[in-house]
């Protein structure tokens, strides 16, 4: 053994001299021949301009050497001397119309490909442009200078390549109209050429993000438009000119040369959406998306006739498989048994034996792999691909599908020789050179071909927008072949995410447009618009369904999900017949259970979207309400669902491992605890056996499955639980709560039990082995699995931030539905209980911790530890186990905790006058303390929840009562104060807000103020201090000015503080001057801006202000300005629920006196406000007509009621001009109005009967009062008796 060491060691040190020996020598080679291209390249530079007639030869004996050695150089460092050489040759040296033009121009592409570190500046690549457009003009026409022509373009290529930015010069000398590239893509040029100068074009129109994001901002053009025109029109004849023999083209050039085309188009559309023809592109386009699918032939679909048949079955699916395999459960005494009552799998299974290995089109080999998916569909079960076979999709598949228009830049790199360079830039594997190449490239080529067509396709779609967008619907969803022929068909999974991304792009943002489609059976002469998107719609639930049964890939399969989550969310479901959201269901269920948890999050977003579909249809109840899992009507015998104890479930085929005794026994617990806790309603016939899923509704089936996400009883399990899929878990729960309250509102106790344990948890620490839980899970993975390493944190923080939220919705929900009285599911009882255990259990930390914090804020800094010591019930103490850890929380947790927080007291704001009153004096007293501790909490967030829980129960005569109720509004008025007064600091939102609650808040100050006196037992003291109602006014007069959404709330805001204000504090000096510009404020409100919701409620504040009877309003000095105001909109106001506030404010003045000398103008505004009445303009005020006249002629009872006899007998010929106008219209309001509002009409007609039994009336006010007289009696006496 000793001499065989001895002797390799003897080896190895004679082979490592015989390297040192010969390293001297490749070294000296090296440099010899870099030195040797220097000098060539100085020699170069050393020539001038030559004059006419000099000899050649040197020149172009020089260029063949250097272009020779080029290839041979590993890396040139004088960077400047290349920059001096190439600048040098194209600057004079060298002229276009000269043969030694293709040298520089091979010199050119040998250079800038094989030194991948040599990037031109922008001047010098301008200039080498230039002149290769002029050598390509001048030796195009010249049919001896092929090889040339096809230098000098791979040359213009690799320098287009590098540029990023070029000069509207370089764009017309290229693609002008007379550009030299669009002169060579002109009929009658070899097909090399095209494809060269397409590529070229290609680089071309190839613009970074950031420029274009910088020229949108700044409006600029990118390409000039004749550059635009010109070249789209080019492309769009050469996508439609007829597809070349395989003597004049390769078929492989071919797919090249469109690729690039369809390339161009989309980097046109990107660049210039408001330049091109976007109908003309999707036209040129749409017969390539079916480029090399079986059954297609791409001549038919360019003549725009129709195509052979699509041989894709009607229904839904056929008989289920009987010898699939049903999941399989984590124990394995269950899984043998069924296995001895199920037959093995047959090898008929396999879909690919219905295939040939390769197909042939026009003579062309595509060699697909494996077949189709979804070509054949006769034998597919119920069950989706992933169940059924292995989930393995080849790797080249993947690899070589994955192609985007970045990656498309370089499709058609240079001339026989891969380099290195290429390579670096570009995801292709073919190039020239490889044109023959084998079938699998080929391939490859036609789904590049296939999704660049979609892609170009999809930017037309998004940039026309949502308005225009359905007017390519017919031509891509309804006629045949459509998307959704490439969704099934394709072979390529990134075709079929591009066909997915267009449908996707179609859904966004439409339900306006998709609201209008109905299932008609009408035959009329013609389709209606209508007519073809409900055909449609439901052609696209059912394409889309047996997509996501014959889908393996990963990535499809989420996209697809998201696909149907859109078109479930815009679709009207109600003017459609029924049985497509069964088909969603029935075949999204399956992919709840899917082992990639990507997957299965987008299933649970799905169910979320169906759950909450509005308005709501009887189909999706009896879905919910179904025994068993729902199926279509063409199955005989759907498979069973039987979902496992656990997430991580065990595909058909796969070994599994035995659990140990202890996960057993917790599972165990968990099934005993459901069981208790009412998993099953007592209606839905729960069955504790073997098979009990068979008795399942719907529903159940729904929440375990959120219970399998959210409460796993093996900890380690948690580490294949995204976050995702619980989030979406909640979601789903919370939809139930929100939406069917009334079909699971016997299974709540069991939502509650999820809420209690996440609402208990804690989040675990950042080190707590997350990446070794990475490590083992991913290597169970597949090699083409998607993983998103983002979603595989173990951290249960944000998932307990939304349980609190699907708390939220549960009170919502409980709140709402108490409403509706005898037809209530729920009631007062066990709402009342339901917030007791609200209480106790989840928001005992928060109310505990507000108790113990009203004193002494400082503690402040460390409120989890409080939250921490509340243990909770026994029962939740070992599922709580899986979540907390007692290590130190640090600085992130405690941001987390405080987002847990301020869920937390949102759930506050869903409190019933009702419900609240019941809880008791002691709740109530807590809840107070909470809410004032939220108030004036430090933390900006906190205090948002807390004012906007006080904006809601501000009223609640529990805590108008309560002793701390005055000083809980005296904090929130300080607070909302700040938070308006702080424009800058304060976001649209959290004004927003603030200014809500500020309104409802000034809205009870009456009655905090009798509270407040009945408290104090003195009648003197102010409920608010001046320098607070200052505060108040001051920041309510600048909410009027502040976004339209706020300024309703801040005009609410000054009048109610207006109208609260005594004659004495009105009077203060430092109110005063406020009191004056708040009015001034309301006026200017009510009579300027196109915002309704504002001048309503100005309209409202002003009469608020007149008739609060708190100020003086003979002594104001405003007042002829606000009766003026209010006149004006009465007479004549476009908006008619405006002219009602204002005819409503201008008419509760209490006397005579106050109306001033206004009064005859008010009547004069009325009584033409009567007239006009009748004249609308917009049709959308027709139904707020009855309610104006009947306002107006209250108004005029109103008046009457004040009326003297100078006023009749001013009012004498007024009245006489409108008598025939008005008579009908009182009468006909007297008829109307309810007899509360009769009033006003008794005492005008006392009034008047009074004022005629005067003596020595003149004949004007006798006339007047007759008139007066008979317009408020009309059928008056008849109505009272």
């Not at 008989?319 to 899984?335: G, I, L, P, V, W």
């Not at 080249?396 to 990656?407: F, L, S, Y």
């Not at 209008?516 to 007519?531: F, I, P």
């Not at 009048?1055 to 000096?1069: C, E, I, K, R, Y």
Request: contains cysteine; aromatic residues 4%.
């Amino acid at each position: 053994m000793n001499e065989r060491e001895r002797a390799k060691e003897r080896e190895s040190e004679s082979e490592r001299e015989r390297a040192r020996a010969q390293r001297p020598t490749t070294m000296d080679h090296a440099a010899e021949n870099r030195q040797k291209w220097n000098d060539l390249a100085e020699a170069l530079l050393k020539i001038k301009r030559k004059p006419t007639g000099t000899d050649d030869r040197s020149i172009s004996d020089i260029l063949e050497e250097l272009q020779a050695r080029s290839p041979k150089l590993r890396v040139i460092h004088d960077q400047r001397l290349i920059h001096s050489l190439i600048s040098h040759l194209v600057s004079g040296l060298v002229d276009p119309s000269n043969p030694e033009s293709s040298q520089v121009a091979r010199l050119v592409t040998s250079i800038l490909t094989h030194q991948g570190n040599v990037s031109l500046s922008s001047e010098t690549s301008d200039r080498v442009i230039v002149w290769l457009s002029d050598t390509l003009r001048f030796n195009l026409h010249k049919p001896e200078n092929e090889i040339p022509i096809q230098e000098i373009l791979c040359a213009m290529s690799v320098v287009l390549r590098d540029a990023p930015d070029h000069t509207d010069e370089i764009y017309i000398s290229l693609g002008g109209t007379r550009g030299s590239l669009i002169q060579t893509l002109e009929a009658g040029s070899p097909w090399s050429f095209q494809a060269s100068a397409m590529q070229c074009l290609h680089h071309l129109t190839y613009v970074t993000p950031e420029i274009v994001t910088e020229a949108r901002q700044h409006c600029d053009e990118i390409f000039p438009a004749e550059v635009v025109s010109s070249i789209q029109r080019i492309v769009i004849h050469v996508l439609k000119q007829q597809q070349p023999n395989s003597d004049s083209c390769t078929h492989r050039l071919y797919m090249h040369l469109i690729a690039s085309a369809l390339s161009v188009l989309y980097n046109l559309v990107v660049c210039a959406p408001n330049d091109v023809l976007g109908n003309i592109i999707v036209s040129a386009c749409r017969p390539f998306v079916f480029y090399g699918l079986p059954g297609f032939t791409h001549d038919e679909l360019v003549q725009h006739t129709s195509g052979p048949e699509v041989d894709i079955p009607q229904s839904s699916g056929v008989e289920s498989d009987a010898s699939s395999r049903s999941y399989t459960n984590r124990n394995r005494r269950k899984r043998l048994r069924r296995k001895r009552a199920q037959p093995s799998r047959s090898p008929s299974d396999s879909a690919s034996s219905l295939y040939t290995p390769t197909t042939a089109i026009e003579g062309v080999g595509l060699g697909f792999k494996s077949p189709p998916p979804a070509a054949a569909l006769d034998s597919v079960s119920l069950k989706p691909q992933w169940a059924k076979e292995s989930r393995q999709l080849p790797a080249e598949e993947e690899e070589k599908d994955t192609v985007t228009p970045g990656a498309m830049k370089n499709t058609l790199p240079a001339l026989s020789v891969k380099t290195p360079a290429e390579v670096r830039n570009s995801g292709s594997e073919t190039d020239f050179s490889d044109y023959e190449g084998g079938g699998e490239k080929e391939s490859t080529l036609t789904a590049r071909v296939r999704q660049c067509s979609l892609q170009a396709i999809n930017s037309v779609i998004d940039k026309i927008g949502k308005q225009h967008k359905f007017s390519y619907w017919p031509p891509l969803m309804c006629q045949n072949p459509s998307l959704m022929t490439s969704v099934l068909k394709d072979p390529s999974p990134s075709v079929r995410m591009a066909s997915l991304q267009v449908i996707n792009t179609f859904l966004l943002d439409s339900s306006q447009v998709l609201t209008l489609a109905v299932d008609d059976e009408g035959r009329g002469s013609y389709a209606t618009l209508g007519h073809q998107l409900g055909t449609s719609i439901r052609e696209l639930h059912r394409c889309l369904s047996l997509a996501l049964l014959s889908e393996k890939f990963p990535g499809a399969l989420v996209r697809t999900l998201k696909t149907i989550e859109l078109l479930v969310e815009n679709v009207n479901y109600s003017k459609l017949k029924p049985g497509m959201l069964t088909k969603v269901v029935t075949h999204v269920k399956y992919f709840m259970r899917y082992k990639e948890a990507v997957v299965r999050a987008n299933a649970f977003s799905v169910m979320v979207s169906v759950l909450m579909i509005k308005p709501q249809v009887p189909e999706l109840q009896d879905i919910l309400l179904r025994f068993k899992t729902p199926a279509p009507a063409t199955l005989v015998s759907p498979p069973e669902v039987t979902p496992p104890s656990l997430l991580e479930e065990e595909l058909p085929g796969e070994e599994e491992e035995l659990v140990d005794d202890e996960n057993e026994e917790a599972e165990s617990k968990l099934e005993k605890k459901m069981a208790m806790m009412n998993w099953l309603s007592e209606e839905e016939g729960e069955k504790a056996s073997e098979d009990k899923d068979q008795g399942k509704s719907m529903v159940s089936w729904l929440i375990q499955r959120c219970m399998d996400s959210l409460l796993t009883p093996d900890h380690e399990a948690v580490r294949g639980i995204y976050i995702q899929v619980q989030l979406q878990s909640l979601k789903v729960l919370s939809a139930l709560v929100s939406e069917h309250l009334n079909i699971i509102h016997q299974s709540l106790p069991l939502i509650q039990h999820v809420i209690s344990v996440c609402s208990k948890a804690l989040r675990e620490p950042a080190e707590a082995k997350p990446e070794r839980w990475i490590v083992e899970y991913s290597n169970k993975l597949e090699v083409n699995d998607v993983i998103d390493p983002t979603l595989m944190s173990p951290d249960p923080g944000v998932v307990v931030e939304h349980a609190y939220t699907l708390l939220g919705s549960l009170l919502g929900a409980v709140k709402i539905e108490l409403e509706k009285g005898t037809s209530s599911c729920v009631s007062v009882d066990q709402v009342q209980q339901l917030w007791l255990w609200t209480l106790q259990g989840p928001l005992h930390g928060l109310l505990q911790m507000a108790s113990s914090l009203a004193v002494d804020h400082n503690n402040f800094s460390d409120p989890i530890s409080i939250i921490k010591q509340d243990s909770g019930p026994d029962m939740l103490k070992q599922e709580t186990q899986n979540w907390r850890n007692k290590e130190e929380i640090e600085v992130l947790e405690n941001q987390d905790h405080h987002k847990q927080l301020v869920a937390t007291a949102t759930v506050l704001s869903h409190f019933s006058p009702t419900i609240f009153e019941s809880l008791g004096e002691k709740w109530i007293t807590q809840v107070v303390t909470t809410v004032k501790w939220l108030v004036t909490n430090p933390d900006p967030d906190l205090r948002l929840a807390g004012v906007r829980i006080m904006a809601i129960i501000v009223g609640f005569p529990g805590v108008v009562g309560n002793p701390l109720g005055v000083g809980l509004l005296r904090a929130t008025v300080v607070t909302t104060s700040d938070i308006l007064a702080q424009k800058e600091s304060n976001v649209n939102r959290d004004r927003l807000l603030a200014s809500w609650a500020l309104a409802n808040v000034s809205s009870v100050l009456e009655l905090y103020s009798e509270s407040w006196q009945r408290i104090e037992h003195n009648a003197s003291s102010d409920l608010l201090p001046p320098s607070l109602l200052a505060r108040l006014l001051e920041v309510g007069v600048r909410a009027c000015k502040d976004k339209d959404k706020i300024k309703p709330h801040g005009v609410r805001c000054v009048g109610n503080v207006t109208s609260f204000l005594h004659a004495n504090q009105a009077s203060d000096p430092a109110i005063a001057p406020l009191v004056t510009k708040a009015i001034e404020t309301l006026i200017v409100c009510s009579s300027t801006g196109n915002n309704m919701k504002t001048r309503w409620n100005a309209c409202h504040a002003l009469g608020n202000i007149l008739t609060s009877g708190r100020l003086s309003i003979t002594d104001v000095p405003w007042r002829s300005q606000v009766l003026t105001t209010l006149g004006n909109l009465v007479e004549n106001f476009k908006n008619y629920k405006v002219r009602i506030q204002a005819c409503s404010a201008l008419c509760g003045l209490n006397s005579r006196e106050e109306f001033g000398q206004e009064y005859h103008g008010i009547w004069r505004v009325l009584l033409h406000g009567l007239d006009n009445a009748q004249n609308i303009i917009d049709y959308q005020e027709i139904r707020h007509r009855d309610e104006l006249i009947n306002q107006i002629c209250q108004g005029i009872c109103q008046l009457a009621a004040h009326l003297t006899l100078e006023d009749a007998g001013a009012l004498c010929e007024l009245l006489q001009v409108h008598q025939d106008m008005a008579t009908p219209l009182l009468k006909k309001a007297h008829s109307s109005l309810p007899p509360e509002r009769t009033g006003y009409a008794l005492k005008a007609h006392s009034r008047v009967e009074e004022l005629l039994l005067y003596d020595a009336l003149t004949e004007p006010q006798e006339q007047a009062l007759v008139i007066l007289q008979s317009l408020t009696a009309s059928d008056f006496n008849a109505e009272i008796c």
